[in-house]
Every structure is written in C-alpha cells, then in structure tokens.
Nanobody, 120 residues
Framework: QVQLVESGGGLVQPGGSLRLSCAAS????????MGWYRQAPGKQREWVAS???????NSADSVKGRFTISRDNAKNTVYLQMNSLQPEDTADYFC??????????????WGQGTQIIVSS
C-alpha cells in the first residue's frame, strides 16, 4: 500500500521556475517507474517525465531542456524541476508510480495532483 503526495505547485510568471515534489509513503519496491503527468483544462492527461529504480530518465519533447526529473532515495521523494515556464505549461501535475517488482505487488498509484499556473 502506497500513498503519493505532490507539493510545490502554485502561480509563477512566464520564464520562472518551480520544483514539484512527490513524497511516497508505505511499502518500498525493488523495481518501479515513477513519472510526472499533466492535464490542462479540457485536455487529455499527458506524460511529462519518468525515472526508473535504476535512475534511467526520459522526458517529453515539449519539456526537454526545461524540466528535469530526479529522485532522492533517502527521502523517498521524486522531484520535477521546471525552468523557463510558459503559459502552455499551465496544468494539474500528477505523480505516478508503476510497481514492477515484487510482481505480486504490481500496481499503479497516482497522487492527488498539484496545480501549476503560469501567468503574468
């Protein structure tokens, strides 16, 4: 059983920066993928970035060079550093955990979301 809690959202001016945090509590897993997704009003949820248990990272073309995903294992926390924010980045941002191992605990978890508004 896992709970994911996002934080760090808010209002920021274009060109500004924010760092989102996703704190995981509960069980620990040996194999997993954690990622960030976002959903703008009236649009489908889209993948932003992901990181594996062995620290392989990927990000969407729309955020490459601006967003960076990272993890602090000691704090059981995943971060999304967002730089050069633009109004198009305005959305609700969600943390996702895909448990792979141990396989009997294979499951997907979602955080509750945190809102990012980029506006002057």
């Amino acid at each position: 059983q896992v709970q994911l809690v996002e934080s760090g959202g808010g209002l920021v001016q274009p060109g500004g920066s924010l760092r989102l945090s996703c704190a995981a509590s509960g069980s620990s897993f040996s194999g997993y993928v954690m990622g960030w997704y976002r959903q703008a009003p009236g649009k489908q949820r889209e993948w932003v970035a992901s990181i594996t248990n062995d620290s392989i990272t990927n990000s969407a073309d729309s955020v490459k060079g601006r967003f960076t995903i990272s993890r602090d294992n000691a704090k059981n926390t995943v971060y999304l550093q967002m730089n050069s924010l633009q109004p198009e980045d305005t959305a609700d941002y969600f943390c996702k955990l895909d448990v792979i191992r141990p396989s009997p605990q294979r499951r997907t978890y979602w955080g509750q979301g945190t809102q990012i508004i980029v506006s002057s």
